[in-house]
């Protein structure tokens, strides 16, 4: 729970959640708790306790550290160094150019190429990105939005390289653009076809990557923009219910792609708070696929997601006292019932992980999993008076912040008017107004400073990687067959402006060395580009 000055009248959650001196269980009663259907057990509608009936005990969280930087050899080189340090799955860091859908020679890309993550222009860098690691016995995870199709179609080209029938390949492409336009900014199109991309992505799954988690709806992004515990909920499932809607308004069938959503949400250092959050955000997301869209399937009920630590935590004063945050940060998300989880390097507010800091990070995971006795029994929280009042409360606010959505017409209706980005930005201000008051402690930062500040090794980039990318690009437009490229995207352009699935000329493009920027470009010609409210 957050700090307090000295003398206050009370104590508050992050999310501005009352909290007693001490919880019994008359505390439950008067909350109307009941057991039987709030609580249940591991592994069964509700789904409070957990998605599975042994959880941990039956197979430990996926250890997916995040990673990406440079070139794709460089990324490769860093991939390998955690597989071998027993990181069980891969996560993939794209630069800004990548994310923005722009290749690494464009002017808007300049001062950007591989600086907070890998860039990858076309099919060759995808093939060394993942040289020497066979994609059939990996799951893989790409933060990839806007252009989600594109890496994802290149993953697959690479696989079937690999001779891995795409039916084997298994992983996540997050594919949440709507959170884009609330609180991150790297989106391209407009949201209506931003949405069709989506859906299209949704279909092309169910048949052609059956294994593959379509999206992961993402509450991270919006909790490091300085979203609360309830807030992170509230517009996280609000966003799935407009995914949802618009899968089902595209012809899908709703437990054809509603088992393969997953979900993406931050850990902070609000141990408890944050474990209550992912109980409660379990609880809804089963009633909603239950009550509001029929799903029959109890797949399509159950709330999968992968856990980040809290980047926004972290801090570049006294930066050893990080390693300790994570370690709070991913025993909450272990104790709330992540799937996956992604915990930061200490040294992540000053520059990208070094070697050795990402390997503590790692190391951390290992830890929680193997000395702490957390997988030992599923949900050791369940029936915690404080845990329990805390989840329904964290419920009960979730429902008041969703229905105002609903009341707007729903989430895209609501970022049109700025709805969340407006919430979000308030309460990153009266958060940032707390720590400078000293209402809100953050240590080595407005208390306990002393100390000489510890020497850390820092991560540096090359700086020739822009002119080594380009140098790439070049290359491949000279080489490729730019006769069969353009009459590629010629069937793209044509499948944009009727309605075919968009994935399959994709695909086409792509396998004969199309760019991403070219790729995107030939979108944008169709669809256009989009603006915020604010700047129009």
Known sequence: MPQHSEGDGGRFTESG??????????????????????????????YTRGIYPTMYRGRVWTMRQYAGFGSAAETNARFRYLLSHGQTGLSVAFD????????????????EVGKVGVAIDSLADMRRLFEGIPLDRVSTSMTINAPAAILLLLYQLVGEEQGVDPAQLTGTVQNDVLKE?????????????????????????????????????????????????????????????????????????????????????VART????????????????????????????????????????????????QPLNNVVRVALQGLAAV?????????????????????????????????????????????????????????????????????????????????????????????????????????????????HTEGEEEPVQLLH???????????????IREQRDNDVVRA?????????EGKDNLLVPMREALRHLATLGEVCDTLREVFGVYRPPDTF
């Open 181 to 265: 336009y609330i609180a991150r900014g790297t989106y391209i199109y407009p949201a209506a076809p931003s949405l069709r991309i989506c859906t299209d992505l949704f279909a092309y799954c169910a048949e052609h990557l059956p294994r593959f988690n379509t999206i992961s709806i993402s509450g991270y992004h919006m909790a490091e923009a300085g979203a609360t515990a309830v807030q992170e909920v509230a517009f996280t499932l609000s966003n799935a219910i407009a995914y949802v809607q618009a899968a089902l308004d595209a012809g899908l069938e709703i437990d054809r792609f509603a088992p393969r959503l997953a979900f993406f949400f």
């Open 488 to 496: 590629a995207l010629t069937d793209l352009h044509d499948a944009a």
């Open 461 to 475: 980039l090359d700086p020739a990687i822009a002119k080594a990318q380009a140098a790439s690009l070049a290359a």
């Open 270 to 317: 609000s141990l408890l708070e944050e474990i209550a959050k992912f109980r409660a955000a379990r609880r809804l997301w089963a009633e909603l696929m239950g009550d509001r869209f029929g799903a029959q399937d109890p797949r399509s009920r159950m709330l999968r997601f992968h856990t980040q630590t809290a980047g926004v935590e972290l801090t570049a004063q």
């Open 335 to 447: 104790l709330g019932g992540t799937q996956s989880l992604h915990t930061n390097a200490f040294d992540e507010a000053l520059a990208l992980p070094s070697e050795s800091a990402a390997r503590l990070a790692l190391r951390t995971q290992q830890i929680l999993a193997n000395e702490a006795g957390l997988t030992d029994t599923a949900d050791p929280l369940g029936g915690s008076y404080f845990i329990e009042r805390l989840t329904d409360e964290v419920e009960a606010r979730v429902r008041v912040l969703m229905d105002e959505v609903e009341a707007l017409g729903g989430a895209v209706a609501a970022i049109e008017r700025g709805f969340q980005k407006e919430r979000i930005e308030h309460t990153a201000y009266e958060q940032l107004r707390a720590v400078e008051r000293g209402d809100k402690v953050v240590v080595g930062v407005n208390r």
């Open 96 to 111: 800004l150019p990548t994310q923005m859908g722009y290749d690494s020679d464009h002017p808007m890309a300049a001062a």
């Open 17 to 46: 959640i009352p909290v007693e001196v001490c919880y019994g269980p008359d505390d439950l009663d008067k909350a109307g708790f009941d057991p039987a259907t709030a609580l249940g057990e591991p592994g069964r509608d509700p």
